[in-house]
């Protein structure tokens, strides 16, 4: 079912920066630091930690300094932080973070409406992220709005290329393509990243799925079969976005990282200590959350027959 | 990203009999009747109607009898049933249903729960029910834990191919492989239908999945990358099986159509009138179902910028 022989998979936690930017209440400090600890040690490959915005546009993630400078760094985990522009760059590397993740939109008017400037502006943004960081970290760029944008609606694989090639000649090797509100479907999925891929050999992909219409894991599958291995994911489905309240948020680590395991790949994450994770977080935002293995246990779960019936 | 050239899908709404089966509360048959003749207006190909199973052992379809013969006849559409053994048969072909369903199980120990009876006796059942049936209807034959018991856990697909290759000598052309409680992942649905499809190739397949832990719409999408093109799904995602408390149900008719649609496949279905039907479910159930696009709009759906951090 795959054009693709891409086995080890990296799972990269979104929760903590995509899922808190969106909580209504501000999670404590100590909260959020305890909880990274704790993701830390599940076996992802990468957590991204906080963003380094405005507190006025950002209020719960006010505390990023002191996040990022408090929290462990274990072996083998990168830590990340988004950053909009240059400013938040300059926060970022202060307090040490592995990778710069670069954010715009593919389309003018998420871009105008996420960073309050244009595409242009934030590319020239980017490029002064680029040569700041130099070797202190890596820089990724994280692509909002590829596979469509609430605003303009339709965005085209040719503008994503040519976006992509702007980013390539700045010097960036890594790169989000962002579902940031949850439009993309399979099919999409699969022809963008093929193209990307193709065009751009030497990048780094990452993946980046709402499930805000449900299509989620069925994107994630779309991506995997293409060749990406790395996995952006949010613990319970934590996230969201303001143009779709009552959807479902980023997709969901603990399902994600069930479904990929079930599929024989390897993901090198425990599914019990990420379940173990999303109970933490549940109880730190006081609800429960869309994650469906949470609730169901795990496809290995087995029962006693006790003849209630179930039938097809 | 598929070896299958098959663009035009067939979607069969089993929310009146896989969902209404799992009701608390007695749903009122004249309620019933006006959902089912308001689904048989979407596009849909077939509608499950109800299941002829003893009253006692699922009181919530004890008007089976009524709501079969009071319902409209619409053009296209195939009025379905399930039934577990002969007696139910002869109820539903008293009723003028054009397919019967009937039902047995993969594993021995999720057939003896179901049905209270072993998987022999089963076959027995649906050998008299092939006979029975005659040229009165068409058989099919849903095939439950086809990816897996929660009791007996994996079910080999040699297990399967068995099985069906039993059915096949019984004369039924009709198979349903059933994922009861939401164990399958993608890379075993593309394997087993593949399989299942090379081996008795006359078989008109359907799939028919459970989102308990997420992965409906990514399985369902495994199944037509090889060429499935008959889908079982439930309105708004009701259904689920008492196994699995607190999780989702079946895979939700209005997601799934919105993601084929979204792929550029023809479903022949109504999204807008879908998702009627879907607000009418909920209002009768009296609660918010899991589908996803009720909640969220179609991906199409455009907002007018606000200026709303949506980052990434």
């Known amino acids: 079912m795959t054009d693709s022989t891409q086995k080890r998979l990296f799972i990269q936690e979104v929760s903590v920066r995509d899922g808190f930017q969106m ?86 008017s998420h871009n105008q409406a996420n960073l309050r400037m244009g595409r242009t502006d934030s ?16 820089v990724n760029v994280s692509l909002s709005t590829a596979f469509g944008c609430p605003f303009d609606g339709d965005v085209p694989a040719t503008e994503i290329i040519r976006l992509v090639d702007q980013l390539a000649s700045l010097g960036v090797k890594r790169l989000t393509l962002c579902d940031t509100t949850g439009m993309a479907n399979p099919v999409q999925v699969a022809a963008l990243f093929r193209q990307v891929g193709a065009t751009f050999p030497g990048l780094v992909l990452t993946a980046h799925f709402h499930n805000t219409r449900g299509m989620g894991l069925a994107n994630a599958v779309a991506a995997w079969q293409t060749g990406v291995v790395h996995f952006d994911s949010s613990l319970g489905g934590l996230g969201g976005c303001p143009y779709a309240p009552g959807a479902s948020g980023n997709v969901c680590t603990e399902d994600m990282v069930h479904m990929f395991n079930a599929m024989g790949l390897t993901t090198g994450v ?29 496809s290995t779960r087995r029962y006693t027959r006790k003849g209630a019936t179930c039938q097809a």
């Open 270 to 298: 425990s599914l019990e200590a990420l379940l173990d994770c999303a109970r933490a977080l549940q109880t730190l935002v006081h609800r429960d959350l869309p994650g469906q293995v949470l609730k169901a246990g795990p």
């Open 123 to 138: 590319l020239q943004q980017i490029r002064a992220i680029s040569e700041l960081v130099g070797t202190q970290a890596v």
């Open 23 to 108: 909580e209504p209440e501000f999670i404590p400090t100590d909260d959020k630091i305890r909880l990274i600890n704790q993701i830390s040690r599940t076996g992802v490959s990468k957590i991204e930690v906080t963003s380094f915005t405005s507190p006025k546009a950002i209020p719960t993630l006010a505390d990023a300094e002191e996040v990022m400078k408090s929290i462990d760094r274990v072996d083998g985990v990168e830590y990340a932080a988004l950053v909009p522009n240059v400013r938040g760059c300059e926060r970022a590397l202060s307090c040490g973070t592995d990778e710069i993740n670069a954010v715009m939109s593919a389309s003018e």
